[in-house]
């Protein structure tokens, strides 16, 4: 079936570098993609999205690119502080309400 | 605002006790999700209100899994004859436009 993936379950990353998570995915149809932060013990929380019509947005010190030719997804995290470890999750809404969350991507920040 | 809120955050049950958890969603937000997320997976997909209305439930495990929600606001997920496998973090999401979803804290569910 179809399904929204991580290229690596662990990122380890120096404070005040850029971090870079990727995703990968296979439902061409897929027209929304959202990036998730979920700090443990709670529920996740919404970073930055994209639709596809679009190839690249930026936010406060992230930014999500979007390569459908290979359907690749990735986030880029600017200045990583400690606040960033956190497990993340890309997510895609292929029919227009149900998301499908790849395996999510263990980030932590190393002061 | 307020935001999703969600109880109790912690359940322990024993085998074939029935629970109930319980969602409260940000004010006027038509759409509520329910989610179930194992230890160290992503949240998987379980059930869609649009208002009152069950839209999507096709992703509830069993028919001890029931979800409602009656005057479109505040939701409850009920697990009956809960069993081993039904622990899991039970997440709850609202939206006012089905492409952002709202995340509460979840329901840590321990079944013994």
């Known amino acids: 079936g179809e399904s929204v993936g991580l290229h690596l379950p662990t990122l380890s990353v120096q404070e005040g570098d850029n971090s ?27 970073i930055i999205d994209i639709r596809s019509n679009m190839d690249k947005r930026q936010g406060q010190r992230v930014t ?3 390569n459908k030719t290979v359907k690749h997804l990735s986030l880029q995290i600017a200045a990583t502080q400690p606040g960033d470890s956190a497990v993340y999750f890309c997510a895609e809404n292929g029919n227009d309400y149900k998301l499908s969350f790849g395996a999510g991507t263990t980030v932590t920040v190393r002061a | ?7 109790p955050r912690y359940k ?11 969602c409260d969603p940000i004010s006027g937000h038509v759409s509520l999700f329910w989610y179930q997320q194992a230890l160290g997976q992503g949240p998987e997909f379980l059930t869609y209100f649009q208002n009152e209305a069950q839209l999507d439930k096709s992703g509830l495990p069993s028919d001890r899994f029931f979800a409602e929600r009656p005057e479109g606001s505040v939701s409850t997920l009920k697990i009956q ?8 973090v039970y997440l709850c999401a609202s939206s006012s436009d089905n492409y952002e979803q709202y995340f509460g804290p979840g329901t840590r569910l321990t079944v013994t």
């Open chain 1, 20 to 46: 870079i998570i990727n995703c990968a995915y296979s439902n061409s149809a897929s027209d929304y993609f959202i990036w998730y932060k979920q700090e443990s013990g709670k529920g996740p929380q919404f």
């Open chain 2, 12 to 22: 322990v049950a024993k085998r074939g006790q029935d629970v109930a958890l319980r």
């Open chain 2, 81 to 88: 004859r809960t069993q081993q496998e039904d622990s899991a």
């Open chain 1, 64 to 66: 999500v690119l979007l």
């Open chain 2, 1 to 7: 605002g307020a935001g999703v809120s969600q109880s």
